[in-house]
Every structure is written in C-alpha cells, then in structure tokens.
C-alpha cells in the first residue's frame, strides 16, 4: 500500500493550492480518508477527513471554511482544496487512509503518505 501526496508548493497569503493523494497497490474501497499537517516544531495536527462515500466530513476549526476535502474512488484519489491560505498554514501535508472514519480522524491508521511541503509567505 502506498499513498503518493502531491501538489505542495509556495504560494502568497490569500492564495490556494490543491493537493492530492493517489493509492497504489490498494484500493481506497470502504476506507475513509483524511490530511494531517505538520509545522517546523510542532505536533503532527488533524486537518480533514472523509468518509469512503463522501457524505462525511470533519474538519480542524482553523481551516473550516477554507479548505474542502474530497475524493474520486474511480480515481484511488483524495484531493485538499486550500483556499485562503494564511502563514500559519505553512507545514507538510500527510494524506492517510484507514478502515474507519475514527481511525482516520485520531491518526492512528498504519497507512500515511511521504508528505508534501505547503509553504504561505507573505
């Protein structure tokens, strides 16, 4: 099983990104979804989840409203909409993938992409 995040990059404040989370070698039938965030000296935080239909989400209060998560099953794929993008934002990206929607949002899933960098500067 392997998640490839990708999509990280430098953007200014006010800006948007879109990252994505591709699976090989598994596919996401029945798993929910989610995105973590690291920052340089910091706790690795929730970000998102979905649930495998998409009906379900959840968010960290920091980000509603300016970030939306979805996914293509036909895909393998589960995508981080940023939008509004502020300095603290600044981190590196985790997708993982778990049996349960709970799993995903606790962050104890085995499953966890490399990572990709998001950088806001100002």
């Known amino acids: 099983v392997q998640l490839q995040a990708s999509g990280g990059g430098l953007v200014q404040v006010g800006g948007s990104l879109r990252l994505s989370c591709a699976a090989s070698g598994y596919t996401l039938s029945g798993t929910a979804m989610g995105w973590f965030r690291q920052a340089p000296g910091k706790e690795r935080e929730f970000v998102a989840a979905?649930?495998?239909?998409?009906?379900?989400?959840d968010y960290q209060g920091a980000v509603k409203g300016r970030f939306t998560i979805s996914r293509d099953n036909a895909r393998n794929t589960v995508y981080l909409q940023m939008n509004s993008l502020k300095i603290e934002d600044t981190a590196i990206y985790y997708c993982t993938a778990a049996s349960t929607f709970r799993m995903v949002r606790a962050g104890t899933s085995a499953y966890w992409g490399q990572g990709t960098q998001v950088t806001v500067s100002s």
């Open positions: 979905i649930n495998w239909g998409g009906s379900a989400t």
